[in-house]
């Protein structure tokens, strides 16, 4: 067999992926929070003042990168959902229902700063405008995998289940992004780019792309140490978790 | 599994390496066996040892864990299937705002219509005339049971998978379903049918039934 | 032996559901009182001024009828699987989407069509403009079909549940919001005296695309859920 | 020092939008730890069921 | 032998039924979720202007939480139905008011409390006037326990019928309408700074009265419908 | 009801010219029997003859259409019934989402403790040792209405009305009830428990419970 196949077979085996999972967690938490370290100070400190905004603009180094998770880690879930359904591996099925409250808790963030950031910049916490609202949708979409991923009592069913929603409900992605250019609207439109030159200055600009790298590992580690535990969780009856139970009971 | 078939004819069912996992606990364990035209085969077995859970994985409704299901010599797939298997299941399947006549008509819609038989056939056959037109809510448990038995008749399915067919039916019903598994087996189908072990052998068994513990260990 | 065909499958499917809303047409009835109802409630919550009302007419007439769809979805397969009749019904030979199709264009018939046939009457009580009757009916016609197909995907993920009622509710408004802006959108810019057939366009194509993908995603949604 | 804490007379809002990040990710990562304490002690129950009923057997 | 009393038995009643709630807790949010999603649809369907939104904040406020207790209701004795501990529950020896009583108290307490936690959040989407919130917020808490007193005679009616979801409804609102008028005109009065004690002091009224009466009420109404 | 009771003793339960309507048809015919204690009675009839409404009738969740019942020779009153009347149905009155112990406890605060037994000890015998925390969903069927015979042990009800305990229950079962209700009559009390003719004659039935056939035509 081709290796990169053999590797991958490797890795969708639980005990095989358990045990590299907790080999790389130090390492993402650990660079993530480096990452966050740096890129609070280079946000809070180290940025100069938006000529217009003064110092709300700072909320920019949370509330942007929690967007854009929110949005990241929505397409990470239907991802692993797709190949879940198709393959049934059960990696994906748990990397995707492991990604959902991560998914949630940054889009929670995300409107969350967002509203702080309106009171002073707009005069209101909340506006029933497309971005807001969509970003709200896509809350509830969260919501509604968890809650269904909650409701079924077989687990590898439920995740089946919640996966094929987390699927029908990729539609509301394209508008999240996209809602400042379809709609006229209130919120901000796309200041940072990729490719070609960013509308806003460099020393403003460099700590939000290490925050959006700090939550990327944030994410990454959060995602791992759920997978773990809800791996042992799943494969209960199976050797390798009593096993890494009675270790760890040891330990402790 | 091992068990040499006969080439010339492919059983009408056969299990192989059978195995379905619920939370990746074994319901059954790996099960092969097969059923040929005339048989019929009771299987026993404890509160929830996987009776039903095997019907339904022989059905199609569920996705076996291990091992594959033929039916004729060819894997099951989901299209084109019940034309070969009728499932009747501890849910009967039958509409209770709707009378028996009704209930009939709607399965021979969705299933098909053996030659030389009618809905009235069939109920009076299974001891029903005179309640064509009475809603099933109206009847018995015992009664309805009997609705969802005359389906059987009307549908042409080969294979029949019966969950505790006994199960809600007085002495008179349980030599009703001993009748039709008699007449199905005459006719070249096969029957696999589950019953709790102390109950179904009560009533003055047919000699013609072939009964078949299918057990983990005892597995053909 | 006769095995039937995908269109007499169809058929009978069609003639039993009609024939239990049939033998419970009192049932029938009651998505429209439920949404009458709600309607007749804003009136109480609001204080009784017609232009305040009239304002709110079509906006409050919308999520009515949202609302007693949500609730009248449920029933799509939950008797049917309470009875077994959805395991055969997966079970038979014919096209799987297709019967469902079936099964949704008959809820639909039954549940939404006197809902829109009581729209006027809705309208009257909330003292909607008469000129926007027309556009409300039509935003109507085009999305309780699509409310209904989508609904229909999200009862099938929950079927055999217990209390799935508001679960289903969670799942299913998310996925409403969409038509009900275009809805919304449409009537709101009837009342302001706009163009209304860009929104009205978008709820077509959307309805378009959903009558072929919902039956199709209908089908693997049940499938998942009885295994 | 007081005039970064004030941020230009922005610090309820610039503060709180940094603290609420900072508890809700702190949450999410005390979560999996606090499952992961819940599901091994039900694995070592259940492990600890599985030897007593080997030994009745035995 | 020891008997138990019936306050033995209210306390099993208790234990029993916030361990079911609490092994469902995620079920619990969801009449809270309901809420919310409606007090989100009126915007969609009205449009975001915040000066209209705030008129209709209240009412709307009101009419959404008053349908999440009534989604809510359906699922008050149903699961103990099904099960056969209503039956149980019945022919137990201590005073069946009693009893449901404490059912009726535990189902407020979960589903109806929350309700009113996430009151003041729903305000905030509608723009409603801060004057207003614990008008509201009084008001709410009167005719909640009203609601869910009134709902359980209700539920206990047609507990045991197939699709009584809707039928559930239509018995429910008409008598919720009373509650209705005095909650918004309490709130209302509020807006236009007129007295808001009236009201509020007759929902209180209603309140008492439903707290002796309800229970009694609901009992003989389930010994109809078991029957 | 022309059998001249004994008057030192009244019977635990009397049914006097019993009789139930629904919709005006007779589902029973006027009945009159009684039970002593120590009394064991296996009530029969087809399916649909109104056993589970003769019971319902008999623990007073259905007013009965004409005649009387009477516990230990007082009239049937809704309030202080149950102290003497322990009901198992077709529905066991079992909260799938709680474990066997907490079903327990509930049902004992709802109905009282027999002295010298705890929920443990019940759940011991009726072989469910080492299930006590699991959620009662997880268990099979058979499980299930052992959590509901422990009930029994438990609660301080001298009349069990049992309907179908055989039902679901696989042979080991079935004699655990014939053992619950041998000890039952032993400690004084009585039962009247209903069954498909087929089913409860199959185990070794235990000498000391007294069959008597409850028919229209019968009446004691
Ligand atoms: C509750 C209120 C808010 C929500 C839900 C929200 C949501 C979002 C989302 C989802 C994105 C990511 C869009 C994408 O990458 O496709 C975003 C980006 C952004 N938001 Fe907000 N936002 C809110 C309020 C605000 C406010 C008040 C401001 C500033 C006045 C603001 C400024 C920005 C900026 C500058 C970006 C980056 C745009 C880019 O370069 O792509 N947001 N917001
Ligand atoms: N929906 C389900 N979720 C989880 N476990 C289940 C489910 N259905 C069945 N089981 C479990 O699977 C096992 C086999 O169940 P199954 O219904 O196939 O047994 P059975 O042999 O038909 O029993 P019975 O004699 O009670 O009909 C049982 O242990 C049961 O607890
Ligand atoms: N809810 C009901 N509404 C109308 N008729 C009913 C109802 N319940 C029972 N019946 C009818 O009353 C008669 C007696 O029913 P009952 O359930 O007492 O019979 P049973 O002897 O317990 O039967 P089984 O052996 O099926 O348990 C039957 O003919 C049945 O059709
Ligand atoms: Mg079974
Ligand atoms: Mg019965």
């Known amino acids: 067999m081709n290796p990169l196949v053999l590797w991958f077979h490797k890795l969708g085996s639980p005990p095989y992926f358990y045990r590299l999972a907790g080999r790389l967690l130090p390492w993402l938490w650990g660079l993530g929070l480096i990452s966050l370290a740096v890129g609070l100070y280079g946000g809070l400190v180290l940025a100069p003042s938006d000529y217009q905004q003064s110092d709300a603009f700072r909320i920019i180094y949370v509330h942007v990168p929690s967007a854009w998770m929110s949005l990241f880690i929505y397409a990470f879930m239907a991802v692993n959902g797709f190949i879940a359904l198709i393959w049934r591996i059960k990696l994906s099925e748990t990397l995707a229902m492991a990604s959902a409250p991560i998914g949630a808790a940054f889009t929670f963030i995300c409107l969350a700063t967002g509203s702080i950031w309106g009171k002073p910049m707009w005069g209101t916490w909340w506006t029933w405008d497309a971005r807001l609202t969509s970003e709200l949708v896509l809350l509830f979409l969260y919501f509604g995998v968890m809650g269904l991923y909650q409701a079924i009592e077989d687990r590898r069913q439920a995740s089946r289940a919640a996966a094929f929603l987390a699927l029908v409900g990729i539609v509301n992605l394209p508008?999240?992004?996209?809602?400042?250019?379809?709609?006229?609207?209130?919120?901000?439109?796309?200041?940072?780019?990729?490719?070609?030159?960013?509308?806003?200055?460099?020393?403003?600009?460099?700590?939000?792309?290490v925050m959006a790298v700090a939550t990327k590992f944030l994410f990454a580690a959060s995602l791992l140490s759920r997978a773990r535990v809800d791996l042992l969780e799943l494969e209960a009856g199976k050797d390798w978790a009593r096993q890494v139970a009675l270790a760890d009971g040891d330990a402790a | 599994m091992n068990s040499p078939t006969p080439p010339e004819t492919p059983p009408l069912l056969q299990a192989r390496g059978l195995a379905y996992l619920r939370n990746d606990e074994p319901i059954f364990g790996p099960l092969s066996f097969r059923l040929d035209a005339g048989d019929v085969v009771l299987m026993e077995g404890d509160n929830g040892s996987g009776k039903t859970t095997l019907l339904k994985v022989l059905s199609g409704?569920?996705?076996?864990?291990?091992?594959?299901?033929?039916l004729n010599g060819e894997p099951l797939t989901l299209a084109r299937l019940s034309h070969?298997?009728?499932?009747?299941?501890?849910?009967?399947?039958?509409?209770?705002?709707?009378?028996?006549?009704?209930?009939?008509?709607?399965?021979?819609?969705?299933?098909?219509l053996r030659p030389g038989i009618t809905p009235h056939h069939a109920l009076k056959s299974v001891g029903l005339e005179g309640y064509e037109d009475v809603p099933l809510r109206q009847l018995s448990a015992g009664q309805k049971k009997r609705v969802a038995l005359a389906r059987l008749l009307l549908v042409p399915a080969a294979l029949w998978l019966l969950d505790e067919p006994y199960a809600n039916l007085d002495r008179e019903g349980i030599t009703l379903v001993n009748r039709l598994l008699e007449l199905h087996a005459l006719r070249g189908g096969a029957a696999l049918i589950t019953s709790h072990g102390a109950y179904a052998y009560t009533s003055g068994t047919p000699r013609r039934i072939r009964l078949a513990a299918v057990d983990p260990e005892l597995a053909a | 032996m006769s095995y039937g065909t995908a269109l007499s499958a169809c058929r009978a499917l069609f003639v039993r559901d009609f024939s239990l809303v049939w033998r419970q047409r009192g049932d029938a009835l009651n998505p429209m009182l439920f949404a009458i109802m709600v309607v007749v409630l804003f009136p109480f919550a609001l204080g009784p001024e017609p232009n305040a009302l009239a304002r709110i007419a079509s906006g409050t007439i919308l999520v009515a009828l949202l609302l007693a769809g949500l609730l009248s979805l449920d029933a799509l397969f939950r008797s049917d699987f309470e009875d077994g009749s959805l395991e055969q019904l997966v079970l038979s030979p014919h096209p799987l989407p297709l019967l469902l199709a079936c099964k949704i264009a008959v809820h639909w018939l039954t549940t939404a069509l006197p809902l829109l046939l009581a729209a006027p009457l809705l309208g009257e009580l909330l003292y909607l403009p008469r000129s926007e009757l027309p556009v409300l009916l039509a935003a109507l016609a085009l999305s309780t079909p699509l409310l209904s197909l989508i609904g229909a995907v999200c009862v099938a993920l929950t079927?055999?549940?217990?209390?799935?009622?508001?679960?289903?509710?969670?799942?299913?408004?998310?996925?409403?919001?969409?038509?009900?802006?275009?809805?919304?959108?449409?009537?709101?810019?009837?009342?302001?005296?706009?163009?209304?057939?860009?929104?009205?366009?978008?709820?077509?194509?959307?309805?378009?695309?959903?009558?072929?993908?919902?039956?199709?995603?209908?089908?693997?949604?049940?499938r998942i859920s009885l295994s | 020092m007081s005039q970064f804490l004030s941020m230009g007379g922005y610090g309820g809002y610039v503060w709180s939008s940094f603290a609420i990040f900072a508890i809700v990710l702190a949450l999410d990562a005390v979560a999996p730890l606090l499952k992961r304490r819940r599901v091994l002690r039900d694995l070592r129950g259940r492990a600890r069921r599985a030897q007593k009923r080997s030994e009745e057997t035995a």
């Open chain 1, 175 to 209: 508008i999240v992004h996209f809602s400042v250019n379809w709609w006229n609207t209130l919120h901000q439109g796309s200041t940072v780019r990729l490719f070609g030159p960013s509308l806003i200055d460099s020393r403003m600009l460099w700590p939000l792309l």
């Open chain 2, 61 to 70: 409704l569920l996705p076996p864990s291990a091992g594959e299901v033929l």
């Open chain 2, 84 to 112: 070969q298997v009728a499932l009747l299941g501890h849910l009967l399947g039958v509409k209770g705002e709707l009378s028996p006549l009704q209930n009939l008509r709607f399965a021979i819609g969705l299933g098909g």
């Open chain 3, 159 to 222: 079927v055999g549940m217990r209390r799935s009622g508001m679960l289903l509710a969670l799942l299913v408004l998310p996925l409403y919001v969409p038509v009900l802006i275009f809805a919304a959108g449409a009537c709101n810019a009837a009342g302001q005296g706009l163009p209304v057939l860009a929104p009205l366009l978008w709820l077509g194509a959307g309805l378009a695309l959903a009558l072929v993908l919902a039956p199709l995603a209908c089908a693997a949604a049940l």
